[in-house]
């Protein structure tokens, strides 16, 4: 399986936890920046075999806004701690490179200081990918006009010789008006840009958001396999007592090492021809409600020509 980094702006994080596992499962993301989480500080949601580093907000005790970043458990990785007004969090996370990840939620009506964003970059450890919903619009990523917060973006991009990973897919959709916008960004240190492919996933996962996919380009970066271990309850232990019987002149041998070597030996080829192995692939996420018609119908929303909400699948230009 491929390098994948993700995007999304979930709108909730618990009310979406089983979209996020669906996107887990297909993708198997090192690491995936969520938006407009709505966590507050008492609910500590986990999903198996990734970590979380979050940023909440409360206002009127309700959780507004805010992200995370869930990152597989299989690399090694460590929080960044920020010095930002800005709803944003960081990780460094090691798969044969460094990379520097941060995810980032603008709130659209939020003005922001030019120098907010300069100091958020000054922090981040190059190579660095940002990930996020900067609620900007601009001709650059695909956007018809340029409003002030996509000028702000642009700026910020140039003065500190950024790229931008887009291409010129749309990721928004605003139901109300059933258009289409680009207000999600995969911006990076120029050092990498040609190292990552830009794709968007073709279901809104039940939110108003695309996710963003980015896939390494280089096929000697993979996800580490768990490692294989046996399964005791398929064992033929009849068969394994037969193989693990020791020859009666073992009890001859002078050296206890040897005598050690030989005995160790004999069970473990009597185990591995008698008791079968896990395969070390990645398990995919349980979803213990999950059933064969809940199969039917995701499989008749993703169908072109298939009418759900009023919207017409797929959407995508």
């Not at 030019?114 to 981040?124: A, I, R």
């Not at 450890?125 to 000028?151: C, K, M, Q």
């Amino acid at each position: 399986m491929a390098i994948n980094l993700l995007s999304w702006n979930c709108h909730g994080f618990r009310t979406h936890i089983d979209d996020i596992k669906n996107i887990i499962n297909k993708y198997l993301p090192i690491c995936i920046a969520l938006q407009e989480t709505y966590l507050t500080p008492e609910k500590d949601p986990k999903i198996k075999n990734y970590s979380i580093q979050r940023k909440d907000n409360i206002q009127n005790g309700r959780g507004v806004g805010r992200v995370a970043l869930l990152y597989s458990q299989r690399f090694s990785s460590r929080p960044l701690d920020l010095d930002t007004t800005l709803q944003a969090v960081t990780i460094q996370i090691d798969f044969k490179m460094l990379l520097t990840i941060c995810a980032i939620y603008i709130p659209p009506n939020l003005t922001i200081n030019q120098n907010e964003l300069n100091k958020l970059v000054y922090q981040l450890p190059a190579p660095f990918i940002i990930l996020g919903d900067w609620n900007g619009h601009s001709s650059l990523w695909g956007s018809r006009e340029t409003n002030v917060r996509g000028f702000q973006i642009e700026k910020f991009i140039s003065d500190h010789n950024l790229c931008l990973l887009n291409d010129s897919s749309h990721i928004y959709l605003h139901a109300a008006t059933r258009s289409f916008h680009t207000l999600d960004l995969a911006i990076c240190s120029p050092s990498i840009l040609a190292q990552w492919n830009f794709s968007v996933d073709e279901d809104l996962n039940n939110s108003d958001h695309f996710p963003i996919i980015l896939s390494h380009s280089s096929n000697n970066l993979t996800i580490p396999k768990q490692p294989p271990h046996f399964i005791y309850e398929r064992a033929n232990w009849q068969v394994f007592k037969y193989l693990s019987e020791l020859a009666p002149d073992i009890v001859h041998l002078g050296d206890i090492d040897a005598a050690v070597d030989v005995v160790s030996n004999c069970i473990i080829k009597a185990a591995e021809a008698t008791i079968p192995k896990t395969s070390g692939k990645l398990k995919k996420l349980n979803k213990p409600w999950w059933n064969e018609r809940c199969s039917e119908v995701n499989k008749a929303k993703k169908r072109p020509g298939t009418d759900f909400d009023g919207i017409q699948q797929p959407l995508i230009s």
